[in-house]
């Protein structure tokens, strides 16, 4: 039987693009079936106190998160992972190395949006609140499942949820499916809460 799998992404967050990576890979070699749901890590912290250059950073960078939602708003549900597929890799592997991240990220919408045959228009959501409301309602859908103190990546599953799991490099192959049943069978005990080790590297993009 097909296993029905939510998966939450902000396109910005490195870590979550990593493992949608390896949710991709998945999707392929195990019986699941994906449904992507746009996250906002600027909305998720508008009422926390945080280091004011990182929040001028989720300023700069809510953009891809609320076009995101866009999509899934007027194109619908299946347009999500196309888009985020695009914009992702404009934003992450393909980094063009601008230094200015508002256009930086505003190019990766536009390129986005072009290699899907999305409308351009959607691009102008990035500065907007249109959506805000639908981010937010997203968010907080996601961590009632999970719960708090978290971001994304979140992945949920008939009876279990979890924030992760987060690697570099994505496995590929029987590898990746080893790596999603043990972190499914983890995710199924109700007791089990957390299981970490410190980071030795970064986003190993292919």
């Known amino acids: 039987m097909t296993e029905k799998v939510e998966y939450w992404f902000d ?3 490195p ?3 990593m493992t949608s990576r390896w949710m991709t890979e998945v999707e392929g070699i195990r019986d699941v079936e994906v449904t992507w749901n746009p996250f906002s890590l600027s909305l998720l912290n508008e009422d926390k106190d945080i280091p004011a250059d990182y929040r001028a950073h989720l300023d700069r960078s809510r953009g891809p998160a609320r076009v995101a939602m ?5 194109q619908g549900q ?4 196309a888009f985020y597929d695009a914009v992702g890799t404009a934003i ?3 980094n063009t190395g601008e230094q200015d991240e508002t256009k930086r990220l505003r190019e990766a919408i536009e390129r986005a949006l072009e290699q899907t045959g999305l409308p351009a228009e959607l691009a102008e959501e990035a500065e907007k609140d249109t959506y805000d409301d639908a981010l937010r309602a997203s968010n907080a859908r ?3 499942l999970v719960g708090d103190d978290v971001g994304v990546p979140i992945i949920a599953l008939e009876g279990a ?4 799991p987060v690697m570099s490099p994505a496995p590929k192959g029987e590898e990746a499916g080893k790596v999603w049943d043990g972190a499914l069978a983890l995710a199924s005990y109700e007791g089990f809460f957390e299981l970490k080790r410190s980071r ?3 986003p190993q993009f292919d």
């Open 70 to 74: 866009a999509v899934r708003e007027t």
């Open 15 to 17: 870590w979550a693009w």
């Open 78 to 81: 299946e347009k999500v992972k």
């Open 142 to 144: 996601a961590l009632k």
């Open 200 to 202: 030795t590297r970064g």
């Open 92 to 94: 992450h592997p393909e």
């Open 11 to 13: 396109p910005i967050c």
């Open 161 to 164: 949820a979890f924030f992760g």
